[in-house]
């Protein structure tokens, strides 16, 4: 068999393809038959070859979804903002980005799912592999610039993607009342850290986003 001169474009495809079918069919109602079926002449083994289960296609989607307008990237080299203020405006466009339409259908796909333990761990290296560096790097800034005041930015990086699953109903069953607390915690948590990154504005459109 030839092998394949161009793996990163058959990656995409898949990725593109699965995708697409989970937003159209839900993850659950789409099998590897089904992305086979869409990719136009690629076998089972070649998404076998790049993808060992299901679960893994779904974490890479995950991937390129932060990492296509990474907001961290975004607010980098912008000069005009100190570290803490990049780091809130970083947050604030990813919480635009997360709320858009398709973005918001493959999280409401994934959380159900998080009940399953392997596709627990992958978003959970998910998000330790892409998160926790992006946050590091701008709290060590912040941290340069005096714009915030703590020895744990490595500990904060680390913490800030575990909050992510801790505010997720299917690992954490919560009412909405008590998600909101949950939020107004993390904020007073934070603020009190001497990191305050979660500003008024954010805490009140996550509620509205909650509704």
Do not use: C
Request: aromatic residues 8%.
């Amino acid at each position: 068999m030839a092998r394949n001169k161009y793996p990163e474009q058959t990656v995409e495809k898949i990725l593109d393809v699965s995708e697409r079918l989970f937003l159209e069919k839900g993850y659950d109602n789409t099998t590897i038959q089904d992305i086979v079926d869409s990719l136009d002449g690629l076998s089972k083994g070649a998404i076998y070859h790049h993808f060992d289960s299901k679960e893994a296609i779904l974490s890479a989607i995950e991937g390129r979804i932060f990492s296509k307008d990474n907001p961290f990237k975004i607010v980098e080299n912008d000069d005009s903002l100190n570290g803490l203020q990049k780091l809130q405006t970083a947050i604030s466009y990813n919480q635009k980005k997360q709320s858009k339409p398709d973005n918001k259908k493959i999280s409401n796909e994934i959380i159900p799912l998080l009940k399953n333990p392997r596709i627990l761990a992958s978003s959970i290296e998910s998000n330790r592999k892409y998160l926790a560096p992006e946050f590091y790097k701008l709290l060590e800034e912040a941290k340069t610039d005096n714009s915030i005041s703590t020895p744990y930015t490595k500990e904060i990086s680390e913490l800030v993607p575990l909050l992510e699953l801790w505010m997720m109903p299917s690992v954490f069953p919560a009412t909405q009342e008590e998600m909101v607390k949950k939020l107004e915690f993390i904020k007073e948590l934070f603020d009190k850290l001497g990191v305050p990154i979660f500003t008024d504005e954010y805490i009140e459109n996550t509620k509205r986003l909650l509704k």
